[in-house]
C-alpha cells in the first residue's frame, strides 16, 4: 500500500533528489581536482559542474574558506528545500540528520563561554545546519541542569538531555562528558528510528550508526588514558547500538593502555577499519 501512495508524498522530492544525485560529481571529476595546483586550476574545472555558478557569481578573492563557505551555504540551501517540502517519516528523518550539528554547536557555545569568547564571535563558526533560536544564550549555562531548563527545554535536543543532566558546574572535561552523553542518547535514538522503519533504511542507515557508535566507543577509551574517569564512568558513555555491545564495550571499558585497545578491535572484523 505504501508503494501506492509514494508519488503522491514524495514524488516531488524524489524528482528534486534525482536532480541533485545528476551533479554530484564524478570519480574522474575527482581526479581532475586532485592534479590541480591552486584554487584557480580548481575553480576553472569546476565551471563545467553545478558547482561552477557557486564559484562564479562572487568577485571575493577565490580563498580555502570562502570556497568551504560557499559549498556549506549549498548543502543549507539544498537541505532546507528537502526538509521543508517532506512529510513524515522522511521529515524525522532529516531532523535526526541535524541534531548531530545542534550538539556540536551547544558545545562549541559552551567550550567558549568558559574561555570567555564572545558569542557574537562564536555563532558564525556554527554549523548552519545545526542552528536554532537559543543558540545565542547557550553561553550564559553555568550547569547541565541549567542549561536544559532554561534554554535547551523547547528545542529538539530535549529528550537526549534527560540522562545527561546533572548539576555539576561546567567545566571542559564536563563539557566533553556532556558532549558524549549527548551522542549516546542521539546515536540510540537514530538507530532505533531506523530499526522501526524498516525496508532500506534500517538496511543501509543501521550499519552506518552501528560503525559510528562502534568508533564513538574506540575514540572515548583512548581519550580516557591519563584522566579522572573510571571503567564505569567510561562504560556510561558507550552507545549501546554498535557491533560491539555488549561484550566488546565490556571489554574496553576494562582497557587500561593502546595494547588492549587493540586487543579488542582484533576480536571484532568489523572494527578492523577502526585501526587504520
Known amino acids: 500500500m505504501e508503494e501506492l501512495s509514494f508519488n503522491v508524498d ?15 560529481l564524478t570519480s574522474t571529476d575527482y581526479e581532475n581536482l586532485s592534479q590541480c ?20 557569481s562572487s568577485e571575493e578573492d577565490l580563498t580555502v574558506s570562502f570556497v568551504d563557505s560557499k559549498l556549506r551555504e549549498n548543502l543549507v540551501t539544498e537541505f532546507s528545500c528537502l526538509r521543508s517540502n517532506a512529510l513524515p517519516p522522511l521529515s524525522t528523518f532529516l531532523d535526526y540528520i541535524t541534531y548531530n550539528y545542534m550538539i556540536d554547536n551547544v558545545v562549541l557555545l559552551i567550550t567558549g563561554a568558559l574561555k570567555q569568547r564572545d558569542v557574537e564571535e562564536l555563532l558564525p563558526r556554527c554549523h548552519p545546519l545545526g542552528a536554532f533560536d537559543q543558540m545565542a544564550a547557550v553561553g550564559i549555562a553555568r550547569t547541565p541542569t541549567e542549561l536544559y531548563s532554561a534554554i535547551l527545554v523547547d528545542t529538539p535536543l530535549a529528550p537526549f538531555f534527560q540522562d545527561a543532566v546533572s548539576e555539576t558546574n561546567l567545566d571542559e572535561m564536563e563539557v566533553e562528558i556532556l558532549r558524549n552523553k549527548l551522542y549516546k542518547a542521539y546515536l540510540e535514538s537514530f538507530h532505533s528510528f531506523c530499526k522501526n522503519l524498516g525496508g532500506a533504511t534500517k538496511d543501509i542507515m543501521c550499519p552506518v550508526l552501528e560503525f559510528e557508535a562502534d568508533r564513538r566507543a574506540f575514540i572515548i577509551t583512548v581519550n580516557s588514558f591519563g584522566t579522572d ?11 549501546s547500538c554498535g557491533k560491539l555491545h555488549p561484550e566488546g564495550l565490556q571489554l574496553l571499558a ?6 588492549q585497545v587493540k586487543a579488542v578491535a582484533d576480536c571484532y572484523s568489523v572494527s578492523q577499519t577502526l585501526r587504520t
Request: no cysteine.
Open 10 to 24: 514524495h514524488g516531488y522530492l524524489e524528482g528534486l533528489v534525482r536532480g541533485m544525485k545528476a551533479g554530484i
Open 229 to 239: 574517569l573510571s571503567g564505569a564512568d567510561r562504560s556510561a558513555l558507550y552507545p
Open 254 to 259: 576494562k582497557a587500561e593502555d593502546h595494547e
Open 37 to 56: 595546483d591552486t584554487l584557480e586550476d580548481m575553480k576553472l574545472h569546476l565551471q563545467s559542474t553545478d558547482y561552477g555558478k557557486l564559484l562564479s
